[in-house]
C-alpha cells in the first residue's frame, strides 16, 4: 500500500518563498509528481523528479530524496495567483507507471 | 479547442437513476482514467484503460462502470447513483513513457455531479 502526507494548507505573502513538504511511504517506488489545481479548475503538470536532488522550474523548484520518502515543492517570488492546491503523487515502480495522489496541499497567499 | 473534454460539465440526478459521463480527447494517447475528487480526500482512481481492449478497475470501482468506445472515447456509467457518489469527477489522458521519460496526465475540466 502507499501512504502520502502533505499539509492540508498553508498561507503565505505575495513576494515571499514557501516550501510544501510531500513524505511517502510506498512499496516500490518509481518518482514522484507535482500537480496544480486552481479552484474548480483540473490539475496540471508541475514536475517530476525521479532522482534524488532539485529539478528548478523558473519560480518552481522540486526536491526528492528517495532514501527518505520525502519531496517538497518550493515557490519562489510569490504572486497571488500562486493561490491554489498542490499535489503530490507518487508513482510506483512495476510497470502501469499510474500515480496515486496525496490529498492536496491549498495554498493562500495574500497581499 | 481543449484536448480533453468531458460531458457534461456539471449534472444534478436523484438517487437511482443511470447516469452517464462522457470524455473525449484529441491528444491521440492511448491511455484513459477516471477520477474522483472529494473535498480533503484528494484524487482517486476509479477506473483506467491502456487501450480500447483493456478496462481495469481502480481504488474505488464499486458503483461504476466504464465503456472504452475508442481511442479517442472513454465513458463513466453510474448505474444506480447514490448520494455519496456526490463528487467532482476528472478523465485525464496519458501517453505512457512513450512520450517522454515519465507519464504526465492531462486532465479535463472536471463534471461536477450532485446525487440527491
Known amino acids: 500500500g502507499q501512504n502520502i502526507d502533505q499539509p492540508t494548507e498553508m498561507t503565505a505573502t505575495e513576494g515571499a518563498i514557501v516550501q510544501i513538504n510531500c513524505t511517502y511511504q510506498t512499496s516500490g517506488f518509481n518518482g514522484l509528481f507535482w500537480y496544480q489545481q486552481h479552484a474548480g479548475e483540473a490539475p496540471t503538470f508541475l514536475s517530476y523528479n525521479v532522482l534524488d536532488g532539485l529539478e528548478e522550474k523558473g519560480r518552481f523548484s522540486s526536491f526528492l530524496s528517495r532514501s527518505k520518502g520525502y519531496s517538497y515543492l518550493l515557490l519562489k517570488e510569490l504572486q497571488m495567483k500562486d493561490s491554489a492546491s498542490y499535489l503530490c503523487a507518487v508513482e510506483r515502480s512495476g510497470g502501469s507507471y499510474i500515480p496515486t495522489f496525496g490529498r492536496g496541499t491549498s495554498l493562500i497567499v495574500h497581499p | 479547442d481543449a484536448d480533453v473534454t468531458q460531458t457534461p460539465r456539471n449534472r444534478i440526478t436523484k438517487t437511482g437513476k443511470r447516469i452517464m459521463l462522457e470524455c473525449s480527447q484529441t491528444k491521440g494517447h492511448d491511455r484513459m482514467y477516471w477520477y474522483r475528487q472529494d473535498p480533503g480526500l484528494g484524487l482517486r482512481l476509479i477506473y483506467y484503460s491502456f487501450d480500447v481492449k483493456d478496462i481495469n478497475k481502480g481504488e474505488i470501482s464499486d458503483g461504476y462502470s466504464v465503456s472504452r468506445q475508442a481511442q479517442a472515447k472513454f465513458s463513466l456509467s453510474l448505474e444506480s447513483a447514490i448520494p455519496n457518489q456526490t463528487a467532482l469527477y476528472f478523465c485525464?489522458?496519458?501517453?505512457?513513457?512513450?512520450?517522454?521519460?515519465?507519464?504526465?496526465?492531462?486532465f479535463g475540466p472536471g463534471t461536477r455531479l450532485t446525487v440527491l
Open positions: 485525464a489522458t496519458s501517453n505512457g513513457l512513450a512520450g517522454g521519460s515519465y507519464n504526465e496526465q492531462f
